[in-house]
């Protein structure tokens, strides 16, 4: 018997889904680009990392006797284990569900076991309309923050708090402390954390007692900054490291000439609202839901 809210797709069309390839590259590009309904959301790897993987699949239609084009394509992605995120989805039609569904029942069927959760960061309002079919349920809502302005709260943080340039082979010991203080859909894999450091304009770690505790990185455009993580050991919260953090970051910003900010953050996170409302933050009204499928409760 079929459960409510699970995936469902035609078996006919299932038919025209196939794991994509290195040689799908050239069209799943062109797909991109020019499809009607488009999400990427890759974090700081690029589309490309997941071709040949089993969460990445392509639906085609057959143009000739032996010639097909990609009329869809859908990346599920996990960096790191057990939660997972799609990471790309693309359909050609405003009328695409069903290769959509088919997809993502091919997708689904193939799921790696250690993956516990998949979710979907809404930025667009098409996907709304189809996730709820999919399985997928209301599980978080991020919040955008901005700042004009350079100026700092007064803070106080422990004494021997030493924030410095990341060294390269301190990166897995921030990704232990990810999976401390998050829960897995906002950790970040040592791996990610090295490809965020390559794209980086700074990033920064807190030591104390010889130990990293905390850190930040943040990135650049049109003339302002924006904090794309910053994290404390939940042992260490509470003692003005992330202030101390976000001040170091603000300092930066004012060296490069920037003059705004911004940030993102958990609804639900009030610990962090609280920090940035200090050093003068305020939502910009931005939303955006994330969604959710559990492999396990279906």
């Known amino acids: 018997m079929q459960m409510a809210n699970s995936p469902t797709s035609d078996p006919l069309l299932r038919q025209n889904v196939r794991r994509a390839t290195a040689a799908d590259a050239g069209k799943l590009q062109w797909l991109m680009r020019n499809g009607v309904y488009v999400h ?42 057990p939660a997972a995120w799609v990471r790309v989805a693309v359909v050609d039609s405003v009328a695409a569900f069903e290769p959509c569904a088919a997809m993502w029942a091919v997708v689904v069927a193939g799921l790696d076991p250690a993956i516990e959760e998949i979710a ?39 004494r021997g708090l030493d924030i410095r340039p990341v060294l390269v082979e301190e990166l897995p010991a921030l990704a232990e402390i990810e999976a401390a203080a998050f829960e897995p859909r906002w950790r970040h894999s040592a791996q990610s954390l090295y490809l965020a450091w390559r794209q980086s304009i700074s990033f920064d770690v807190a030591v104390l007692d010889g130990q990293p505790v905390g850190f930040q990185f943040s990135t650049g455009g049109g003339g302002g900054a924006h904090l794309a993580r910053m994290t404390v050991s939940p042992e260490q ?52 839901p994330v969604w959710s499928y559990y492999p396990s409760e279906r």
């Open 120 to 158: 979907w960061f809404v930025t667009d309002n098409w996907p709304l309309h189809w996730l709820d079919r999919l399985g997928l349920e209301p599980s978080s809502t991020v919040l955008t923050l901005q700042k004009e302005g350079l100026s700092m709260a007064p803070y106080m943080s422990p």
């Open 40 to 81: 990427v959301h890759v974090d700081w790897h690029v589309p490309g990392d997941w071709l040949g993987t089993l969460g990445f699949v392509v639906y085609t239609r057959h143009t000739g006797r032996s010639d097909e084009s990609a009329a869809g394509c859908l990346a599920v992605g996990a960096d790191p284990l």
């Open 237 to 288: 919260q509470g003692q003005g490291i992330g202030a101390a953090l976000l001040a170091r970051a603000l300092d930066g910003y004012g060296r490069r000439k920037l003059r705004h900010v911004t940030l993102n953050t958990q609804a639900d996170n009030l610990a962090s609202q609280r920090l940035y409302s200090r050093f003068g933050f305020a939502p910009t009204g931005q939303k955006y």
